[in-house]
């Protein structure tokens, strides 16, 4: 079976969406030499499906019959000879179904039940998908959306995320964000790395798919930059209006909601990046304007998001009060102590459009548009403590998609498009230009402003990809080509700057170290871009074996001439500052499935391959951007002042600060192993065991290449520390620029692609359904995950010491568990549907995952590298003195892990598991013959988990202490053991929140 | 058979897909990370910088056998250590790139040296070129009072406004003050300087009659070109301050004047004129070239004139006593001319 047969091609929406459930089958009696398939096809939602368009083959593929599903979804084909049969579902706005090897005997009836995902409106990327996709949707049983061995079983990897989207179930995959190994943000499906549609500045976080419909997005709420926050779905009530004439279907659905979490700003984990999401009204239309031959889709949507900024952990609010008072004319009480979580709005307008035509029989045409506007609401402009992140963003995109077939057997299918997406990233609120980034440190508080850098930035980007498809015996070929031309543009203010204070009681005195810059940086645009060659091909050599082998080749076009190089710096260090461009790359890819006999219980999939990402353009615009245009001035002194130092030993430093990008680099590789096996036990219950491997490299790292490359002592916790340690009366700290290896010079940061990862899990699954609406999905996972490259609680890859070969390094203690290693993931979904005319329907989906790691650390201001405050990642020890001081704080946060020489291992403690609980509850209010009216309770986050970012300063350096040095190097550092360490310091997810709605079928 | 059709092509799947995993496994390897790869070195001079103008020059000297330590920036390791050779100078190669500090032993220069020139005070080296280096290290300058105070046997420099035009007394002296106190310098040489001038002497320190002074300086007026500013002020004393140092132990070495001292004996000897002077706390000797009696327009010495007289105090007689010297003509005046003898009584 081919999966996308011309069949399949035929169906003029190609959007189609999300997941087929299972079907089952039965055998009922029938007539002695014939038998028969009758079936029901339903929603999504339970609901029959009229209008669906049936159509079965039989196994040989010489016959064919189509029927169309009566209102009440059910149908049925009579006088079927004995065999096996292929049965495809379809409808306009619905993802086909395929099913394969539905069996026939004699005087029997199978009964089948269908159930196709009331797909988003028609939206351009998602052609890509089944023209791609059938064939490897086939036969899945598990899960309702798709699975991991389906997202993998995509045969060109490194689809844009707005390829994937539709892809997912809303209970089936899950969706996190932001996480993908030192990859900056992207996204992980069901674990699967997938990169973001554009420049991470732009997304691929919330902010580009708010603007999308919500249908598109379904209602994809994941925080911008969160490590792991998963997607939950589930349509907001609405209503739909259905009018079927003939095989002509019209819809107006209209929908409307409004959501609703408990946001107290007493909670101080309560700093929800995120958005709450508010009132949200939409229109969607879509019908025939010319039966058969010309259909439309259309729909608008407002929306309005209550949105809170990371507020600040309890323990932080007294220096916060302070740095408040210090500000003349400041609005604040003195002593006041009451920090409101701050929060705004954002209003976002979406809408989208499209033509589907057929000119011709064999022929059709798609033409696809969206837009999307989202604005700031009014925010409070006032705290210059947290001053407010102004947005402006918009998204654009036009497409038209081509299909033609060439007989019964080949068809040709070519896509253009542009996109344009834009986001401006300001600060307001008073004080701003002086102060900038208020950081009390290590790795602790952000306070005010965005961690994302501010700016504008703009992608527009081009793509042309014709495709083809040949059927030819037992093989199903398809190639083709992919280009991509994107044209970025990246206007980044300099802020004030930023002033760190390393703990409270450093705090107390308004002093600090400080970084501010001077100059601009340029606007910049630069050009990259991407093309493929891919050719795939599924062999089906017999009918219990099916391989599918591809080969994809890549070039990626990276903007060279774009890149300014700094000859001071080259005549420093010999260095080059020009970008190379990638090799070519090949991404090979084969997945199997095989039954040891046709009628096997007994079902084995294996897979391997290797996919490519791309070089992230965000990434990309900081080695454009910064080419020497702005310096940095790091000095020490009250806040607020920028003060000059009082002496030459805290002199300020002023140096360039430059961005490189590595020999060599190259975007990540992801080699992957795949090997599953599932037994179907008995009718309605299938058991599935799985074992994946996967192995990424070319990860970026980010180092700081001006860093000296000589340690200046080691503290009593064993960090090695580098540039020469000075007490400046209320802090310990770096003397300015003596860290600096080359003066003149400041960060020059350097992004090369020597990281690594590998992720192992062993998964095993059971699924039930019981054909009447019960069904039940149990899963768990356990996996290892390692690798060397650490990250930000951005996402961002975290700066590295060097790496000289004099000192400095340590391969060996970065090279352990991942920031994203949850080994434990329990998944258990299920849903309950009564009998009956007035029914009623319950779901829920619990998790359980692993808390996130973190290592211990020291929070102090020795280590100030970047614009955030965040240290090269470092191993410590206890020092003995201290042990029984720390030990029921490392208990607490589950702490283990010392390495041979002391040292904590990295990601050696780890938060509290995530235990997540969704319920739905759907009660039918009344029906009639040509209505039904339904209500709809959704409780998400019941069990209320979030993500948080932990305190990991198992120790803070009190600045007001003594500074012992002992010869020859160990520097004894007045240390204070933190209280609130693995406490957290930032809630990453909206509370509880709870809709309600009315659903009215006529 | 369709079996072992299926059975043929899983193996031939299978040995694919190991394969698969088996290829790329060329990971990223160093090529992938910035290597700043090559080595530089230092190439330089150390000197004594008798000239003290941070800069090799004429007048100064190589500094052989200076150990110099080379550290890089922010590190307190030594990277390397270099002795110079006898033309002063040193060389450290196979340095890796960065910013370094040439310092030199502080046990080789001890009390008696200290750095006076460190060009550049941060050197940067680059890979494959040498980076120029100079150490200058010279004597202390110190202020003149505790050059008075200190110990024999010291060189230093000494720093001050001259008192004398060099040649102006025996021995070459110069007296120089530097508004805390006045130091007597014996055989300077190479000064051209007037009285006013800002100069610098290098000699070493020896207690002399008591006193302490720089001998054997070698000196360089640090005002040359310059508008000479005037002459400090003498400071008015008694014959008895003069000439006894306990009296007045800071004035040694100091521009003193006497404003009215009666002569009480004259004695010419050799071309150097004493006289014996007092006024009514007591008596001093005051001593100078007598060709200085011309430039003074004093055509005869009497027991009893009343004379005005400016000069330099230098210590006599073990230290017991001290003299004044006048430097120039102008130092010395008439104020009343001795009276007549008395007419005996007829």
Same mark, same amino acid.
């Given at each position: 079976?081919?999966?996308?047969?011309?069949?399949?091609?035929?169906?003029?929406?190609?959007?189609?969406?999300?997941?087929?459930?299972?079907?089952?089958?039965?055998?009922?009696?029938?007539?002695?030499?014939?038998?028969?398939?009758?079936?029901?096809?339903?929603?999504?939602?339970?609901?029959?499906?009229?209008?669906?368009?049936?159509?079965?083959?039989?196994?040989?593929?010489?016959?064919?019959?189509?029927?169309?599903?009566?209102?009440?979804?059910?149908?049925?084909?009579?006088?079927?000879?004995?065999?096996?049969?292929?049965?495809?579902?379809?409808?306009?706005?619905?993802?086909?179904?395929?099913?394969?090897?539905?069996?026939?005997?004699?005087?029997?009836?199978?009964?089948?039940?269908?159930?196709?995902?009331?797909?988003?409106?028609?939206?351009?990327?998602?052609?890509?998908?089944?023209?791609?996709?059938?064939?490897?949707?086939?036969?899945?049983?598990?899960?309702?959306?798709?699975?991991?061995?389906?997202?993998e079983g995509l045969p060109q990897s490194g689809f844009p995320l707005v390829d994937i989207l539709p892809t997912l179930s809303t209970a089936g995959s899950r969706f996190s964000m932001g996480g993908a190994s030192g990859y900056g943000p992207s996204a992980l499906v069901d674990g699967i790395p997938f990169r973001g549609a554009s420049n991470p500045h732009l997304g691929p976080g919330h902010l580009h798919l708010l603007s999308f419909p919500t249908w598109f997005a379904q209602e994809v709420q994941h925080p911008r930059g969160v490590p792991d926050a998963e997607w939950r779905g589930g349509p907001l009530p609405s209503l739909h209006l259905t009018s079927v004439r003939g095989t002509s279907v019209f819809q107006v659905e209209a929908r409307g909601g409004l959501v609703t979490g408990p946001f107290t700003s007493a909670d101080p984990g309560m700093a929800s990046a995120d958005a709450l999401q508010g009132p949200e009204v939409g229109v969607l239309l879509r019908g025939p304007i010319r039966r058969d031959t010309l259909h439309f889709a259309a729909g608008v949507e407002l929306r309005r998001l209550l949105r809170a900024r990371p507020a600040v952990a309890a323990g932080e609010a007294e220096a916060l009060v302070r740095f408040r008072e210090s500000i003349p004319d400041h609005p604040w009480a003195p002593g006041d102590l009451d920090l409101p979580t701050p929060t705004g709005e954002w209003d976002v307008i979406s809408g989208?459009?499209?033509?589907?035509?057929?000119?011709?029989?064999?022929?059709?045409?798609?033409?696809?548009?969206?837009?999307?506007?989202?604005?700031?609401?009014?925010?409070?402009?006032?705290?210059?403590?947290?001053?407010?992140?102004?947005?402006?963003?918009?998204?654009?995109?036009?497409?038209?998609?081509?299909?033609?077939?060439?007989?019964?057997?080949?068809?040709?299918?070519?896509?253009?498009?542009?996109?344009?997406?834009?986001?401006?990233?300001?600060?307001?609120?008073?004080?701003?230009?002086?102060?900038?980034?208020?950081?009390?440190?290590?790795?602790?508080?952000?306070?005010?402003?965005?961690?994302?850098?501010?700016?504008?930035?703009?992608?527009?980007?081009?793509?042309?990809?014709?495709?083809?498809?040949?059927?030819?015996?037992?093989?199903?070929?398809?190639?083709?080509?992919?280009?991509?031309?994107?044209?970025?543009?990246?206007?980044?203010?300099?802020?004030?700057?930023?002033?760190?204070?390393?703990?409270?009681?450093?705090?107390?005195?308004?002093?600090?170290?400080?970084?501010?810059?001077?100059?601009?940086?340029?606007?910049?645009?630069?050009?990259?871009?991407?093309?493929?060659?891919?050719?795939?091909?599924?062999?089906?050599?017999?009918?219990?074996?099916?391989?599918?082998?591809?080969?994809?080749?890549?070039?990626?076009?990276?903007?060279?001439?774009?890149?300014?190089?700094?000859?001071?710096?080259?005549?420093?260090?010999?260095?080059?500052?020009?970008?190379?461009?990638?090799?070519?790359?090949?991404?090979?890819?084969?997945?199997?499935?095989?039954?040891?006999?046709?009628?096997?219980?007994?079902? @084995? #999939?294996?897979?391997?391959? &290797?996919? /490519?990402?791309?070089?992230?353009?965000? +990434?990309?615009? !900081? *080695?454009?951007?910064?080419?020497?245009?702005?310096?940095?001035?790091?000095?020490?002194?009250?806040?607020?002042?920028?003060?000059?130092?009082?002496?030459?030993?805290?002199?300020?430093?002023?140096?360039?600060?430059?961005?490189?990008?590595?020999?060599?680099?190259?975007?990540?590789?992801?080699?992957?192993?795949?090997?599953?096996?599932?037994?179907?036990?008995?009718?309605?219950?299938?058991?599935?065991?799985?074992?994946?491997?996967?192995?990424?490299?070319?990860?970026?790292? @980010? #180092?700081?290449?001006?860093? &000296?490359? /000589?340690?200046?002592?080691?503290?009593? +916790?064993?960090? !090695? *520390?580098?540039?020469?340690?000075?007490?400046?009366?209320?802090?310990?700290?770096?003397?300015?620029?003596?860290?600096?290896?080359?003066?003149?010079?400041?960060?020059?940061?350097?992004?090369?692609?020597?990281?690594?990862?590998?992720?192992?899990?062993?998964?095993?699954?059971?699924?039930?359904?019981?054909?009447?609406?019960?069904?039940?999905?149990?899963?768990?996972?356990?996996?290892?995950?390692?690798?060397?490259?650490?990250?930000?609680?951005?996402?961002?890859?975290?700066?590295?010491?060097?790496?000289?070969?004099?000192?400095?390094?340590?391969?060996?203690?970065?090279?352990?568990?991942?920031?994203?290693?949850?080994?434990?993931?329990?998944?258990?979904?299920?849903?309950?549907?009564?009998?009956?005319?007035?029914?009623?329907?319950?779901?829920?989906?619990?998790?359980?995952?692993?808390?996130?790691?973190?290592?211990?650390?020291?929070?102090?201001?020795?280590?100030?590298?970047?614009?955030?405050?965040?240290?090269?990642?470092?191993?410590?020890?206890?020092?003995?003195?201290?042990?029984?001081?720390?030990?029921?704080?490392?208990?607490?946060?589950?702490?283990?892990?010392?390495?041979?020489?002391?040292?904590?291992?990295?990601?050696?403690?780890?938060?509290?598991?995530?235990?997540?609980?969704?319920?739905?509850?759907?009660?039918?209010?009344?029906?009639?013959?040509?209505?039904?009216?339904?209500?709809?309770?959704?409780?998400?986050?019941?069990?209320?988990?979030?993500?948080?970012?932990?305190?990991?300063?198992?120790?803070?350096?009190?600045?007001?202490?003594?500074?012992?040095?002992?010869?020859?190097?160990?520097?004894?550092?007045?240390?204070?053991?933190?209280?609130?360490?693995?406490?957290?310091?930032?809630?990453?997810?909206?509370?509880?929140?709870?809709?309600?709605?009315?659903?009215?079928?006529? | 058979?369709?079996?072992?059709?299926?059975?043929?092509?899983?193996?031939?799947?299978?040995?694919?897909?190991?394969?698969?995993?088996?290829?790329?496994?060329?990971?990223?390897?160093?090529?992938?990370?910035?290597?700043?790869?090559?080595?530089?070195?230092?190439?330089?001079?150390?000197?004594?910088?008798?000239?003290?103008?941070?800069?090799?020059?004429?007048?100064?000297?190589?500094?052989?056998?200076?150990?110099?330590?080379?550290?890089?920036?922010?590190?307190?390791?030594?990277?390397?250590?270099?002795?110079?050779?006898?033309?002063?100078?040193?060389?450290?190669?196979?340095?890796?790139?960065?910013?370094?500090?040439?310092?030199?032993?502080?046990?080789?220069?001890?009390?008696?040296?200290?750095?006076?020139?460190?060009?550049?005070?941060?050197?940067?080296?680059?890979?494959?070129?040498?980076?120029?280096?100079?150490?200058?290290?010279?004597?202390?300058?110190?202020?003149?009072?505790?050059?008075?105070?200190?110990?024999?046997?010291?060189?230093?420099?000494?720093?001050?406004?001259?008192?004398?035009?060099?040649?102006?007394?025996?021995?070459?002296?110069?007296?120089?003050?530097?508004?805390?106190?006045?130091?007597?310098?014996?055989?300077?040489?190479?000064?051209?300087?007037?009285?006013?001038?800002?100069?610098?002497?290098?000699?070493?320190?020896?207690?002399?009659?008591?006193?302490?002074?720089?001998?054997?300086?070698?000196?360089?007026?640090?005002?040359?070109?310059?508008?000479?500013?005037?002459?400090?002020?003498?400071?008015?004393?008694?014959?008895?301050?003069?000439?006894?140092?306990?009296?007045?132990?800071?004035?040694?070495?100091?521009?003193?004047?006497?404003?009215?001292?009666?002569?009480?004996?004259?004695?010419?000897?050799?071309?150097?004129?004493?006289?014996?002077?007092?006024?009514?706390?007591?008596?001093?000797?005051?001593?100078?070239?007598?060709?200085?009696?011309?430039?003074?327009?004093?055509?005869?010495?009497?027991?009893?004139?009343?004379?005005?007289?400016?000069?330099?105090?230098?210590?006599?007689?073990?230290?017991?006593?001290?003299?004044?010297?006048?430097?120039?003509?102008?130092?010395?005046?008439?104020?009343?001319?001795?009276?007549?003898?008395?007419?005996?009584?007829?």
């Open positions: 079976m081919t999966g996308t047969g011309p069949a399949a091609c035929l169906a003029l929406a190609a959007l189609l969406l999300l997941s087929a459930a299972p079907p089952r089958s039965g055998l009922e009696a029938q007539s002695t030499s014939t038998g028969a398939l009758a079936g029901t096809v339903r929603a999504a939602d339970g609901e029959p499906l009229d209008g669906v368009e049936v159509t079965l083959r039989d196994g040989t593929g010489g016959s064919e019959r189509v029927v169309t599903a009566s209102r009440d979804g059910s149908f049925r084909f009579p006088f079927l000879a004995p065999g096996g049969y292929e049965l495809v579902l379809e409808r306009i706005g619905f993802i086909p179904l395929v099913v394969q090897d539905v069996e026939i005997r004699p005087g029997m009836t199978a009964r089948l039940e269908g159930s196709l995902r009331s797909a988003s409106p028609p939206i351009t990327e998602v052609d890509r998908v089944p023209f791609a996709l059938l064939g490897s949707m086939s036969g899945e049983t598990t899960g309702e959306g798709l699975t991991r061995a389906e997202l989208f459009g499209r033509l589907d035509w057929r000119p011709a029989e064999g022929h059709d045409l798609a033409l696809q548009g969206r837009i999307g506007l989202l604005r700031d609401g009014p925010w409070d402009t006032s705290d210059p403590v947290l001053p407010s992140a102004r947005l402006e963003a918009s998204d654009a995109a036009v497409a038209l998609t081509s299909m033609s077939r060439l007989g019964e057997s080949a068809a040709i299918e070519v896509r253009v498009g542009l996109e344009n997406a834009r986001r401006e990233f300001a600060l307001g609120g008073i004080g701003n230009e002086v102060i900038g980034r208020v950081l009390v440190t290590e790795p602790g508080l952000v306070v005010g402003g965005d961690p994302q850098a501010l700016g504008t930035f703009e992608q527009t980007s081009f793509y042309f990809s014709p495709n083809f498809q040949l059927e030819a015996g037992d093989h199903s070929l398809r190639g083709g080509i992919q280009g991509v031309v994107e044209l970025h543009s990246v206007a980044t203010p300099t802020p004030g700057g930023t002033h760190l204070m390393p703990t409270i009681q450093n705090s107390s005195d308004l002093r600090g170290a400080y970084l501010r810059w001077e100059g601009a940086r340029p606007e910049r645009e630069f050009r990259a871009g991407w093309s493929a060659f891919y050719v795939r091909d599924r062999w089906t050599p017999a009918p219990n074996l099916a391989i599918t082998a591809g080969m994809r080749m890549e070039f990626q076009s990276l903007p060279e001439d774009e890149v300014v190089g700094s000859a001071g710096w080259g005549l420093l260090t010999g260095l080059s500052h020009e970008m190379e461009q990638p090799e070519p790359r090949f991404s090979p890819r084969l997945h199997t499935e095989w039954r040891p006999s046709a009628g096997s219980p007994w079902l @084995v #999939r294996a897979g391997a391959g &290797v996919e /490519l990402g791309r070089v992230d353009p965000g +990434l990309l615009g !900081e *080695i454009v951007a910064d080419t020497g245009f702005v310096r940095a001035v790091r000095g020490m002194g009250p806040l607020g002042e920028w003060a000059t130092g009082s002496g030459p030993e805290t002199a300020e430093y002023r140096g360039t600060r430059l961005s490189l990008i590595g020999p060599g680099f190259s975007p990540p590789r992801v080699r992957s192993l795949t090997v599953g096996l599932s037994r179907a036990l008995v009718p309605g219950v299938e058991l599935e065991a799985r074992l994946e491997h996967r192995a990424t490299d070319y990860l970026p790292r @980010v #180092r700081d290449l001006n860093r &000296v490359p /000589l340690r200046y002592g080691v503290d009593q +916790l064993g960090r !090695e *520390i580098f540039g020469e340690v000075l007490l400046d009366e209320t802090h310990l700290t770096i003397r300015p620029g003596s860290d600096r290896r080359f003066q003149g010079f400041d960060v020059v940061s350097a992004l090369e692609s020597d990281g690594s990862s590998t992720w192992s899990g062993a998964t095993a699954a059971l699924q039930f359904t019981d054909g009447r609406g019960a069904s039940l999905y149990a899963s768990y996972t356990y996996s290892v995950a390692e690798d060397d490259t650490p990250l930000t609680p951005w996402g961002r890859p975290a700066f590295l010491h060097g790496r000289p070969s004099s000192s400095g390094d340590d391969p060996e203690w970065l090279q352990g568990r991942s920031d994203l290693d949850q080994p434990h993931h329990l998944l258990l979904r299920g849903r309950f549907r009564s009998d009956g005319r007035l029914g009623w329907s319950l779901g829920a989906t619990y998790s359980l995952r692993s808390g996130p790691p973190f290592t211990p650390s020291a929070r102090d201001a020795l280590g100030f590298e970047a614009f955030e405050s965040w240290s090269a990642p470092a191993p410590i020890r206890v020092p003995p003195e201290l042990e029984s001081e720390v030990s029921a704080l490392l208990a607490r946060s589950n702490c283990a892990g010392i390495d041979p020489d002391g040292r904590f291992e990295r990601n050696a403690c780890r938060m509290g598991a995530l235990h997540d609980l969704d319920l739905r509850f759907a009660l039918e209010l009344g029906a009639g013959v040509r209505w039904r009216l339904l209500a709809t309770v959704d409780a998400l986050n019941l069990l209320d988990a979030r993500h948080t970012i932990p305190d990991p300063a198992l120790f803070i350096v009190d600045g007001t202490g003594t500074l012992l040095e002992e010869p020859p190097e160990l520097l004894v550092l007045p240390l204070a053991v933190n209280p609130s360490f693995g406490e957290p310091l930032v809630g990453l997810r909206p509370g509880r929140m709870l809709r309600v709605g009315l659903s009215l079928r006529y | 058979m369709m079996i072992p059709e299926s059975r043929s092509g899983l193996a031939a799947t299978t040995a694919l897909l190991l394969g698969m995993v088996l290829t790329g496994c060329d990971g990223p390897g160093s090529e992938q990370v910035f290597a700043i790869e090559g080595t530089g070195s230092i190439e330089g001079r150390a000197f004594l910088d008798l000239t003290r103008t941070g800069e090799f020059g004429e007048g100064d000297r190589v500094f052989p056998d200076l150990e110099v330590t080379i550290r890089m920036e922010g590190s307190r390791d030594i990277v390397a250590t270099v002795v110079t050779d006898a033309d002063g100078r040193l060389r450290v190669e196979n340095l890796v790139p960065g910013t370094y500090r040439g310092l030199p032993d502080p046990t080789a220069l001890g009390d008696s040296l200290e750095v006076t020139g460190m060009d550049p005070t941060l050197i940067a080296v680059r890979p494959g070129q040498e980076a120029a280096f100079s150490l200058g290290a010279s004597f202390p300058i110190l202020a003149l009072p505790t050059i008075m105070a200190g110990s024999e046997g010291r060189r230093v420099y000494a720093e001050g406004i001259a008192l004398n035009p060099p040649g102006s007394l025996d021995g070459d002296a110069v007296h120089l003050t530097d508004g805390m106190g006045s130091l007597r310098t014996l055989g300077v040489t190479g000064l051209g300087a007037r009285v006013g001038d800002r100069v610098r002497i290098l000699g070493h320190t020896q207690r002399i009659d008591g006193e302490m002074m720089l001998v054997a300086g070698q000196g360089r007026n640090l005002t040359a070109g310059q508008e000479t500013v005037e002459a400090p002020s003498p400071t008015s004393v008694t014959a008895a301050q003069a000439s006894f140092p306990g009296s007045a132990p800071e004035l040694a070495s100091a521009l003193v004047r006497l404003p009215e001292v009666t002569v009480e004996s004259a004695r010419t000897s050799f071309g150097r004129t004493t006289l014996s002077v007092a006024d009514p706390s007591g008596t001093v000797d005051v001593v100078f070239r007598t060709t200085l009696l011309f430039d003074a327009r004093i055509e005869t010495l009497e027991v009893g004139m009343v004379l005005a007289v400016t000069g330099l105090l230098v210590p006599t007689s073990g230290g017991e006593r001290r003299e004044v010297q006048p430097r120039i003509g102008s130092d010395l005046s008439v104020v009343s001319e001795a009276p007549p003898p008395d007419e005996p009584e007829d």
